[in-house]
Protein backbone atom coordinates (compact mmCIF):
# COMPACT_ATOMS: atom_id res chain seq x y z
CA UNK A 1 0.00 0.00 0.00
CA UNK A 2 1.36 3.47 -1.11
CA UNK A 3 1.27 6.79 1.11
CA UNK A 4 -0.04 10.47 -0.14
CA UNK A 5 1.04 13.34 1.68
CA UNK A 6 -1.43 15.79 2.60
CA UNK A 7 -1.83 19.45 3.67
CA UNK A 8 -3.87 19.40 7.30
CA UNK A 9 -5.07 22.68 8.82
CA UNK A 10 -3.20 23.21 12.10
CA UNK A 11 -6.39 22.89 14.12
CA UNK A 12 -7.15 19.69 12.19
CA UNK A 13 -3.64 18.33 12.94
CA UNK A 14 -4.13 19.11 16.93
CA UNK A 15 -7.38 17.85 17.16
CA UNK A 16 -6.33 14.04 15.38
CA UNK A 17 -3.48 14.46 17.66
CA UNK A 18 -5.75 14.67 20.54
CA UNK A 19 -7.75 11.78 19.56
CA UNK A 20 -4.70 9.33 18.12
CA UNK A 21 -3.90 6.85 20.56
CA UNK A 22 -0.31 6.43 21.73
CA UNK A 23 -0.21 3.15 19.90
CA UNK A 24 -1.76 4.21 16.88
CA UNK A 25 -0.02 5.78 13.70
CA UNK A 26 -1.79 8.78 12.23
CA UNK A 27 -2.79 6.41 9.35
CA UNK A 28 -4.77 4.34 11.46
CA UNK A 29 -5.89 7.33 13.78
CA UNK A 30 -7.76 8.90 11.02
CA UNK A 31 -9.14 5.77 9.49
CA UNK A 32 -10.70 5.26 13.04
CA UNK A 33 -11.95 8.49 13.36
CA UNK A 34 -13.71 8.23 10.04
CA UNK A 35 -15.01 5.04 10.73
CA UNK A 36 -16.23 1.80 8.98
CA UNK A 37 -17.85 0.91 7.02
CA UNK A 38 -21.53 2.64 5.73
CA UNK A 39 -24.67 1.14 6.91
CA UNK A 40 -25.50 1.69 2.64
CA UNK A 41 -22.53 -0.88 2.21
CA UNK A 42 -24.95 -3.33 4.17
CA UNK A 43 -27.82 -2.84 2.01
CA UNK A 44 -28.50 -5.98 -0.42
CA UNK A 45 -26.51 -8.61 1.84
CA UNK A 46 -29.68 -10.50 2.90
CA UNK A 47 -32.57 -12.04 0.81
CA UNK A 48 -35.77 -10.88 1.41
CA UNK A 49 -36.55 -14.65 3.62
CA UNK A 50 -33.60 -13.65 5.55
CA UNK A 51 -34.62 -10.10 6.50
CA UNK A 52 -37.91 -10.87 7.40
CA UNK A 53 -36.60 -14.07 9.69
CA UNK A 54 -34.52 -11.43 11.33
CA UNK A 55 -37.35 -9.11 11.88
CA UNK A 56 -39.19 -11.48 13.36
CA UNK A 57 -36.55 -12.36 15.83
CA UNK A 58 -36.09 -8.95 16.99
CA UNK A 59 -39.81 -8.31 17.18
CA UNK A 60 -39.58 -11.60 19.65
CA UNK A 61 -37.06 -10.43 21.59
CA UNK A 62 -38.62 -7.15 21.98
CA UNK A 63 -41.97 -8.47 22.93
CA UNK A 64 -39.92 -10.63 25.52
CA UNK A 65 -38.13 -7.67 26.96
CA UNK A 66 -41.48 -6.14 27.27
CA UNK A 67 -42.68 -8.66 29.20
CA UNK A 68 -39.88 -8.78 31.30
CA UNK A 69 -40.27 -5.38 31.78
CA UNK A 70 -43.66 -5.20 32.97
CA UNK A 71 -42.91 -8.24 35.27
CA UNK A 72 -40.05 -6.05 37.08
CA UNK A 73 -42.89 -3.48 37.42
CA UNK A 74 -45.26 -5.27 38.48
CA UNK A 75 -42.86 -6.77 41.36
CA UNK A 76 -41.76 -3.28 42.57
CA UNK A 77 -45.01 -1.77 42.24
CA UNK A 78 -46.47 -4.71 44.85
CA UNK A 79 -43.43 -4.69 47.44
Not at 15 to 35: N, Q, Y
Amino acid sequence: MGTKHVRLDEDVYEAIRARKHEDETFSEAVERLIGGPSLLDLAGILSDDEADAFREAVDDVDAADEEDLDDLVDRFEGA
